[in-house]
């Protein structure tokens, strides 16, 4: 008979509270991971293999519970999840395994967060109304061609 598997459980340094966030690795049956975030990890791994969980694991049921590591908040349970997606599926296998990986900076930033943010209110916008010469600016400060319309002068 199959043992069941212990899971492996890391305490966050933050003391979490009875209700706080935790993130969860979840083993698919194709042997594929699955993270996500929740507050009640038992009930969301029974959402899971009922089909209702994500979109992911209901095409990819049985699902069975390998990690979970309680978080000290939401923003930090975000983060800590994004680091873990980001992982190859070898660096995952170890991390469940115990392999130490530390959490990220309070104030990380993800890598989609690390691009300048662009300022949209330099740039003009051709106006709808009887204009012929639009004087428009791309994001890169070099003027878009316009094209007339059949019709328009």
Known sequence: MNKPKKIPTKIDSRQPTADSWHL???ECADGTYYTGITKDVQARIAAHNQG??????????????????????????LR???????????????????MDLPAPAP??????????????????????KGSKKHETQSLQGK???VKKRKGSQ
């Open 24 to 26: 969860y690795i979840a």
């Open 52 to 77: 209702k969980g994500s979109k992911y694991t209901a095409t990819h049921r049985p699902v069975q519970l390998v990690f979970q590591e309680p978080q000290a908040d939401y923003s930090s349970a």
């Open 80 to 98: 800590r999840e994004y680091q873990i997606k980001t992982l190859p599926k070898k660096r995952k296998v170890l991390f469940i395994a115990g």
């Open 107 to 128: 104030k990380a930033k993800m890598t989609f967060q690390r691009h300048q943010k662009i300022n949209l209110t330099s740039t003009r916008w051709p106006s709808t």
């Open 143 to 145: 003027p878009l061609k």
